[in-house]
C-alpha cells in the first residue's frame, strides 16, 4: 500500500514562497532561453519597459499609463510561468528532501578480511550453512568510508550503512523512512529479495552485507538526484513540442514584424488614422504566440513525474513517464501480481472409497509443522470444513503426543509426521506415489485422475497418505486477486493486451489465465524466452512494459520500453529498469500507465487549449490596433470593447490570468477515465478545443467590463 502524505498549510504556504523567489530567480535570460516562447515574452517586456520609461521622461509613443499597464501584465505572464514551473519542481524537491534526511551517515562494522574469505570460513566453522550469527572481526568505522565491494555487519537495531547486497543471513528490515511503509520486510542471502539500501534499519536477526555503491553513487543519491526538478531533461516529445511552439513563435513574429511597415505605409496612403505602435505591436505578439502552453509545459512534464513520485515510483527519465503513456503490451508476472503469490487449500479430494473427514483429519495433522502459507491454510481448511481444531505444536495438552514432524526437503518432495505408530505423509503427486510402492501398496485406480483433473483446472495437487495407503488428494489452488479481471477488461478497452508470465506448465497457466481474463500468456518461461517475447512485439511496433524483481528479469527490464523493477528486487533488476517501485508492488504498472497517458492528455489538452485562444484575440486586437487607419474594421469588434486601449489591455491580462488559472490543470493532471485513444481525443478536442474558442470571448469581454467600470481603460 503506498503511504501518501498529505502536506501540512504551512508546508505548502512555504512552497508557494519559495516558488514566488523563484520566479525572479528563473528571469535569467540563459534559463529563459530554454523556453523560446517565454524567452520572447521576456524580450518583449523589457522593449516595452524601455518604451515606458521613456514615456515617463520624454515624449513616449504612446501614453506612459497604457505602456505601463502593458508592460505589468507581460512581466506577469513571465513571472507566472516561471511560478508553475518552480511549483512543479518544489513538489519534487520537497520529496527529495524527504529521502535526502534519510541518508545521513552512520556507524559501520566493517569486516577486517576479505568478504569471500569471511564467508569461506562462515561455511566451513557451520558446515555449508550460515545460521549462526558470525564472530568475524570487525572494525567501526563512518559510512561515508564505506567502498564498492567492501563488507559490513549489520545486526538487530543497526542501520544499513549504505546500497549492498545481502551474502548472508536472514533479517527483517524497517524500510518505512523510503517507502513509507510500516511493515517490515524480509531481506535474505541467495534470492531475489537480497538488496538492501542505505538509510534502512535492521528490526531482528542479522545480514552479511556487500557494499554496492561507492560514497554519492548509491541508490538515494541517484533516485535524489533524478527527482530534481531542475536537472530534469526535456523528454523526445516535449523537445518536439518546443520545436512546434518555437515554429509558431517564428511565424506570428515576422508577421508582426511586417505589420509596422505596412501601417506606416496604410497610413500615409489613406491620409488617416496613426501608425500602429511598438507597444501595440509587442501585445499583439504576445497573445498571438502559445504563451499558455509555452508557460506551462515545464510544469506539465515535472508534475508527471511528480504524480509518480507521490505513489512511491520513481522514474529514471521523463521519457519513461512518456513511453508509459503510449505501452499497448503490458507483461505481468502471476505471482504476486495476478495471482496472491500463496497457493491455498481450496478442496480435500478423497479416493479408494476414503471418508473425507478422515482425509481432512490426516492432511491437517501432517500440517501442524508446516508454516508455510499452503500448510497453514490446509490447517485452516480442515476446521472449516469438518470442525477439526488445529492442534498446536510444542508442549501442551494439545500437542500430539509422541508426535515426530517430518520436514519437506528437496529431495524427498514430502513431509509429514509419525504419531503413535502411524505415519502420515504428503507432498507432490509422484513422490508419494513412490513411497506408497516402496511400502509394497499399489496406487488406487481413482488417484491418478483426481490428479489430473486438479492440474487441468490450473491447481496443485498434494497426495496423502497413511500408513502407505492412499487416502486421497489435497486441492491448492494460486487464487487469483479480487478486481482483476475488471483491470484487465478496463485495460483491453483502452487497447492495452496484457499477457502472463508464468514458470507453470502450459495446462496451469491457461487455466489461471481464463480465470484472471488475461490477452495471452508466457507459459514456463525463461529468461531467454522474455527476451524473445519482448522483441517480437517490439518488432511488430508495439510498446512493452513489464515489471520484474530477479536477476533473471534483468535482460528482459533493459529490453523493455517501460521496465519498473521493485525495491526489493535484485541491484541488477533495479539497475537494468528505467523505474522502481519503493512499494514493491506489482500491480502498480497499471497505475503507471494510466499516469502516462494522463501526463499526455495533459499537454495535448493544453496545447489545444492555448493555440484555439488565438482566435478570439484576433478580434479583440486586430480591430482596435488598425480601426484608426481603416474604420470598416470595426465591425470586428463583435464584442463591443470600448476602445482600442481596453481591447488591448483586456487579452493582454486575459493573456497572463489563463496561465494562472490553468496552473492547477497542469499540476493535477487532466482527469484520466480508461477509452479508446479516438475517443479520448475526441472529447479533449471537444472541451479544451471548443473551449479554448469560447473562454477568451468571455474572459476578454468580462475584463474590458470591468476597466471600464473602474475608468482604468
Known amino acids: 500500500m503506498t503511504t501518501q502524505l498529505k502536506k501540512p498549510a504551512s508546508m505548502r504556504r512555504e512552497l508557494y514562497q519559495r516558488a514566488i523567489l523563484e520566479s525572479f530567480v528563473k528571469l535569467n535570460p540563459r534559463a529563459m532561453a530554454r523556453n523560446p516562447v ?28 497604457f505602456i505601463g499597464a502593458v508592460t505589468i501584465w507581460l512581466w506577469f505572464t513571465v513571472l507566472f510561468a516561471n511560478f508553475a514551473e518552480a511549483v512543479a519542481e518544489g513538489r519534487g524537491k520537497a520529496q527529495a528532501e524527504a529521502l535526502r534526511r534519510t541518508r545521513h551517515q552512520t556507524q559501520a562494522k566493517r569486516l577486517l578480511q576479505p568478504v569471500d574469505a569471511v564467508l569461506r570460513e562462515l561455511r566451513a566453522a557451520a558446515n555449508g550453512a550460515l545460521a549462526e550469527r558470525p ?3 570487525c572494525e567501526t568505522i563512518s559510512s561515508a568510508v564505506l567502498r564498492r565491494g567492501d563488507g559490513v555487519l549489520v545486526e538487530a537495531g543497526d542501520a544499513i550503512p549504505a546500497d549492498g547486497e545481502a551474502i548472508a543471513g536472514i533479517a527483517s528490515v524497517d524500510e518505512s523512512a523510503i517507502t513509507g511503509e510500516s511493515a517490515p520486510v ?54 518536439a513540442l518546443n520545436i512546434l511552439l518555437a515554429g509558431f513563435t517564428i511565424i506570428f513574429l515576422v508577421v508582426c514584424a511586417t505589420l509596422l511597415p505596412y501601417s506606416v505605409y496604410s497610413v500615409a496612403a489613406a491620409g488617416q488614422g496613426a501608425p500602429i505602435t511598438i507597444t501595440v505591436l509587442i501585445a499583439l505578439l504576445i497573445c498571438l504566440i502559445p504563451t499558455t502552453i509555452g508557460g506551462l509545459l515545464s510544469a506539465i512534464g515535472i ?49 479408494n472409497h476414503t471418508d473425507p ?109 497413511r500408513n502407505g495407503e492412499a487416502l ?33 506448465n502450459p495446462l496451469t497457466a491457461a487455466a489461471i489465465a481464463a480465470e484472471a481474463g488475461v490477452d495471452d500468456f508466457l507459459a514456463q518461461a525463461t529468461p531467454e524466452a522474455k527476451l524473445k517475447l519482448i522483441r517480437e512485439y517490439q518488432a511488430g511496433g508495439r510498446l ?13 527490464l533493459a529490453q523493455a520500453d517501460v521496465a519498473v523493477a521493485m525495491n526489493t528486487g535484485t541491484q541488477p533488476a533495479r539497475e537494468a529498469a528505467n523505474m522502481v517501485d519503493l512499494d514493491s508492488n506489482p500491480t502498480k504498472l497499471i497505475e503507471i500507465v494510466e499516469i502516462g497517458k494522463q501526463l499526455l492528455m495533459t499537454r495535448g489538452a493544453l496545447t ?30 463583435f464584442m463591443r470593447l470600448t476602445s482600442p486601449t481596453s481591447a488591448i489591455l483586456s487579452a493582454v491580462i486575459f493573456n497572463a490570468l489563463i496561465i494562472v488559472a490553468l496552473i492547477p490543470l497542469a499540476l493535477r493532471g487532466v482527469a484520466y477515465r480508461p477509452a479508446p485513444a479516438a475517443r479520448l481525443l475526441r472529447d479533449n478536442l471537444l472541451i479544451y478545443g471548443v473551449g479554448g474558442l469560447i473562454a477568451p470571448f468571455i474572459g476578454i469581454k468580462l475584463i474590458d467590463m470591468l476597466l471600464t467600470f473602474l475608468n482604468l481603460a
Not at 520572447?40 to 524601455?50: A, N, P, Y
Not at 520513481?314 to 496472491?340: F, N, Q
Not at 482483476?484 to 496484457?498: P, S, Y
Not at 512494459?545 to 536477476?551: F, I, L
Open 135 to 137: 564472530t568475524c572481526p
Open 544 to 556: 512493452v512494459a513489464m515489471t520484474g524483481d530477479g536477476t533473471n528479469d534483468a535482460p528482459a
Open 608 to 637: 489545444t487549449f492555448s493555440i484555439a485562444n488565438d482566435v478570439s484575440k484576433y478580434f479583440a486586437i486586430i480591430p482596435a490596433a488598425f480601426v484608426s487607419t481603416y474604420p470598416a474594421l470595426a465591425a470586428l469588434n
Open 186 to 239: 524480509i531481506r535474505e542471502a541467495g534470492g531475489d529479495r537480497s538488496a538492501v539500501t542505505g538509510g534502512t534499519r535492521l528490526l531482528s536477526d542479522w545480514l552479511l552485507v556487500r557494499i554496492s555503491a561507492d560514497p554519492g553513487e548509491g541508490f538515494l543519491d541517484r533516485m535524489i538526484r533524478l527527482i530534481e526538478g531542475a536537472k530534469r531533461q526535456k523528454t523526445p516529445n516535449e523537445i
Open 38 to 65: 517565454m524567452f520572447v515574452v521576456e524580450v518583449g517586456s523589457v522593449l516595452t519597459t524601455l518604451l515606458w520609461v521613456q514615456a515617463l521622461f520624454g515624449r513616449g509613443e504612446a501614453p506612459a499609463a
Open 303 to 351: 508534475a508527471g513525474m511528480d504524480r509518480l513520485i507521490q505513489r512511491n515510483v520513481i522514474a529514471m527519465s521523463g521519457r519513461a513517464v512518456e513511453a508509459a503513456g503510449d505501452v499497448d503490451v503490458l507483461l505481468l508476472d502471476k505471482t504476486g501480481t495476478i495471482t496472491l503469490g500463496n497457493r491455498q487449500a481450496v478442496a480435500f479430494v478423497p479416493v
Open 472 to 504: 486421497g488428494v489435497i486441492h491448492l489452488k494460486d487464487i487469483v486477486k479480487g478486481g482483476m479481471r475488471e483491470r484487465f477488461a478496463q485495460l483491453r478497452r483502452i487497447g492495452i493486451k496484457t499477457v502472463m508470465i508464468t514458470g507453470d
Open 357 to 465: 473427514r478422515v482425509l481432512a483429519e490426516a492432511a491437517q495433522l501432517a500440517s501442524l509443522a508446516d508454516e508455510t502459507p499452503e500448510g497453514r491454510s490446509i490447517v485452516v481448511l480442515a476446521k472449516e470444513q469438518y470442525g477439526l481444531r488445529g492442534r498446536a505444536v510444542g508442549a501442551g495438552p494439545e500437542t500430539p503426543t509422541g508426535a515426530h514432524f517430518i520436514p519437506f526437503t528437496a529431495q524427498t518432495r514430502m513431509s509429514g509426521v509419525d504419531l503413535d505408530g502411524t505415519h502420515i505423509r504428503k507432498g507432490a503427486p509422484d513422490a508419494v506415489v513412490a513411497y506408497i510402492q516402496d511400502c509394497g501398496r499399489p496406487a488406487p485406480p481413482d488417484l491418478r485422475p483426481a490428479v489430473d483433473e486438479i492440474a487441468r483446472t490450473g491447481g496443485t495437487p498434494l497426495v496423502v497418505a
